[in-house]
């Protein structure tokens, strides 16, 4: 029984991927539920309201692989007449795609790992320690810096990265990580105070340490919340435009998102290769999503379930 | 990983040895509430993470703050000037223009954005087809980077809207509405919507998906109408991610940044330029101290905002 309790989280975490549907089939509004009537009224407009997402996002993709030539003739929505992919070959040598997806990539993984780490970390600390009063001011501490309008830190944090020899993509990161913890710990914490204290007395009771019932109890009950947690902090970094722009002042160490911007200035006629370009900066980002949207989907849902 | 064995392997001696340590363990566990002793690694989990902070976040706003009272260009000597900043903050019309832009386009986006996002949560819960799949597509925005897709947006603007809209005759839109001082506006809400619904429709899911059934089935046999049970039930039950999604919301509507250099970069004119903005645009002309009072009236703004959503929000949640 008690050996029990550290390995079931684990089960429900990976388990859950599957069981999103069943989740939302057993706990969300059983209103006509059984009833197998499906609302094609909302249906339809659902799908009307879906292509005003879809529209952007196909103009993107249809102006990349089109010529020059065509791209120009200002008609979006038309689809690749010869097509082309010279706009991504000139795309990848104009950005150095390899080089910027590369920094990109460390500042989200950096990122990623360390609000996890460090969210959770202090939101467990906190939500079991409420009764002092250093960990219950550290959390409105924390939570104060979601009201602190990011323009009224940038210059002093420009030069203080620079002292620090931090103007680079590590400083990006570990800004990154700082502006997460706000809304990370304070996700952490609501999700602790769920989590019945029995479980990790039990556990106490059994002999194991604070930092055994944190690792082998807690950490793996929060999966689903760190999931939710990683993926808003990867796509807080991976999306950062302004952070980079003002940080890193090696143009060559410059994320993605940043290097766009010439496409505005020196290109700005060539529509196939802009588009193009901004099609390989979304990518990754549409490509992670489809992949664990369903991990966001169901921490998101248990999060708020527990 | 490798802790994680350790520290089973530990479980399991200590529990093998048995009596005397699980019994004073669980003599801790039963006094916890009162005179409990705080275990160190509790303070090894808080301390870095509040020492990081203190230096990445708190040093540059009191930094700042404080050089707003100077004469600082951001390097080199400066001397303490008094309140000069402030006045001159206060009687520069490009800053109010940009204060009262930012602050309407945050009030009118956050309504956009959390009524949109409130129904469509409500709708992709209620029995519709393709759900899966509605959803995945519904949340797609909020994976892309604002600046680019201001900039495919803003190819949109300003060639395909006017072609459609002279193809159909409708005079006010063959124009660009991005050169239209007038209508600019129009075009970020419109961009920082599409970005912004998908987090705030994610936590409105979690929202309604946590209002037990039986609550429905309850009011369904009281013979409540599904707009009373959207009222009655769904709003109030969901107050606390109404009032999450309204507060970060705003906060990040007030720091608009990205989109609007993409879109319209602050014109036509001045007539787009947020206080994110003039504050950023300072910093390159030099006017660093200026720009930092601005940035200080600005947190004391954004805090007030913040005290008062709260308060209203908190009174609703009690009605």
């Known amino acids: ?306 | 990983m490798a802790t994680t064995t350790t520290e089973s392997v530990t479980t399991a001696g200590r529990r093998r040895r048995g009596g005397a340590a699980p019994r004073l363990q669980a003599g801790t566990a039963g006094t916890r509430r009162k005179g409990r002793r705080l275990d160190p690694l509790f303070l090894a989990f808080l301390l870095p993470t509040l020492v990081l902070f203190t230096l990445a976040i708190t040093l540059p706003a009191v930094m700042g703050i404080v050089l707003s009272f100077t004469n600082s260009v951001g390097f080199g000597e400066f001397r303490f000037t008094g309140l000069t900043n402030y006045v001159a903050v206060f009687s520069d019309p490009a800053i109010l223009q940009a204060y009262l832009f930012t602050i309407g386009f945050s009030l009118v986006t956050v309504i956009v954005v959390n009524a949109v996002a409130f129904l469509l949560a409500i709708a992709l819960t209620s029995k519709v087809r393709g759900k899966i799949a509605l959803r995945a597509v519904f949340v797609l925005p909020m994976v892309i980077s604002g600046i680019v897709i201001a900039y495919v947006f803003s190819f949109l603007f300003a060639n395909s809207l006017p072609a459609l809209a002279s193809a159909i005759g409708f005079a006010p839109l063959e124009q660009s509405i991005l050169a239209n001082p007038d209508l600019a506006w129009i075009a970020i809400v419109v961009v920082t919507a599409w970005q912004a619904i998908p987090s705030t429709l994610l936590i409105y899911i979690a929202g309604v998906l946590s209002i037990p059934g039986e609550v429905y089935e309850a009011a369904a046999l009281d013979g409540a109408s599904s707009w009373r049970q959207l009222i009655s039930i769904t709003a109030p039950l969901t107050a606390g991610y109404i009032l999450i999604n309204l507060v970060i919301g705003f906060k990040n509507f007030l720091n608009s940044y990205d989109i609007i250099v993409g879109l319209t970069d602050g014109g036509p004119g001045t007539s787009t330029t947020s206080v994110a903005m003039s504050i950023f645009k300072g910093f390159n002309g030099g006017d660093y101290a200026y720009q930092m009072a601005n940035a200080t009236i600005f947190f004391v703004i954004a805090v007030v905002i913040a005290v008062i959503q709260l308060r209203a929000t908190r009174g609703k949640a009690a009605l």
Request: aromatic share 12%.
């Open chain 1, 1 to 306: 029984m008690t050996m029990q309790a550290p390995l079931r989280p684990g089960t429900t975490a990976t388990g859950s991927i599957r069981s999103v549907d069943a989740d939302r089939n057993a706990g969300g509004r059983s209103a006509g539920r059984r009833g197998g009537v499906a609302n094609w009224p909302v249906t339809i407009v659902l799908v009307v309201c879906a292509l005003s997402v879809l529209v952007p996002l196909y103009v993107t993709v249809t102006m990349a692989f089109k010529t020059t030539s065509q791209a120009v003739d200002g008609n979006a929505f038309s689809l690749p007449a010869p097509f082309s992919v010279d706009g991504f070959v000139q795309a990848w040598q104009l950005t150095d795609f390899p080089r910027a997806f590369g920094v990109s990539v460390l500042v989200a993984a950096i990122t990623v790992a360390g609000t996890i780490l460090l969210a959770s970390f202090t939101a467990y600390a906190i939500a079991r320690n409420w009764d002092r009063r250093l960990f219950r001011w550290s959390f409105f501490y924390l939570l104060a810096a979601m009201f602190l309008p990011f323009p009224v830190l940038a210059l002093s944090q420009v030069k203080l990265t620079g002292l620090a020899h931090l103007d680079n993509p590590i400083g990006v990161a570990i800004l990154h990580v700082m502006f997460q913890l706000s809304f990370s710990v304070l996700l952490f914490t609501a999700f602790l105070r769920s989590i019945p204290a029995e479980l990790e007395e039990s556990a106490r009771i059994d002999g194991a340490s604070t930092g055994q019932v944190f690792w082998r109890l807690v950490f793996p009950l929060l999966a689903p919340m760190s999931a939710t947690v990683g993926i808003f902090a990867f796509l807080a970094s991976w999306n950062d435009f302004v952070m980079p722009s003002l940080i890193t002042s090696d143009p060559a160490l410059q994320t993605l998102p940043v290097l766009q911007q010439m496409f505005q200035t020196q290109f700005s006629n060539n529509y196939n290769v802009s588009f193009a370009s901004y099609l390989m900066a979304m990518a990754p980002a549409i490509i992670v999503y489809l992949v664990t949207q369903r991990w966001v989907m169901a921490g998101v849902t248990q999060g708020a379930i527990k």
